[in-house]
Nanobody, 119 residues
Framework: QVQLEESGGGLVQAGGSLRLSCAASGSLLSFKTVGWYRQALGKQRELVAIITPDLPTKYADSVKDRFTVSRDNAKNMMYLQMNNLKPEDTAVYYC?????????????WGQGTQVTVSS
């Protein structure tokens, strides 16, 4: 079974940038839909960005024009480039992959990486 592992989180000042990576232990090609979610302390997990074949990449309104999601099937990697970070972006970030169209609780999830943005 393919596993996902995030990296690249850390502490950054507001206005700074981070690039999160998500490595798949097997072929990412076996997954149709991939994406990033985040969960802030005391809040529900929310969608950040998602890539679905033949559909426009979807971003949460709060991260549009600041975050960019990408996948590299040849390297079995996903990325989340985060620019102009804000304190409200502080959360644990998770990558996820799904063989179907919709990511859900039974999809493949990473363990998460903490992103902390200081003001």
């Amino acid at each position: 079974q393919v596993q996902l592992e995030e990296s690249g989180g850390g502490l950054v000042q507001a206005g700074g940038s981070l690039r999160l990576s998500c490595a798949a232990s097997g072929s990412l090609l076996s997954f149709k839909t991939v994406g990033w979610y985040r969960q802030a302390l005391g809040k529900q997990r929310e969608l950040v960005a998602i890539i679905t074949p033949d559909l426009p990449t979807k971003y949460a309104d709060s991260v549009k024009d600041r975050f960019t999601v990408s996948r590299d099937n040849a390297k079995n990697m996903m990325y989340l480039q985060m620019n102009n970070l804000k304190p409200e972006d502080t959360a644990v970030y998770y990558c996820a992959a799904e063989k179907g169209w919709f990511i859900n609780t039974r999809s493949t999830w990473g363990q998460g990486t903490q992103v902390t943005v200081s003001s």
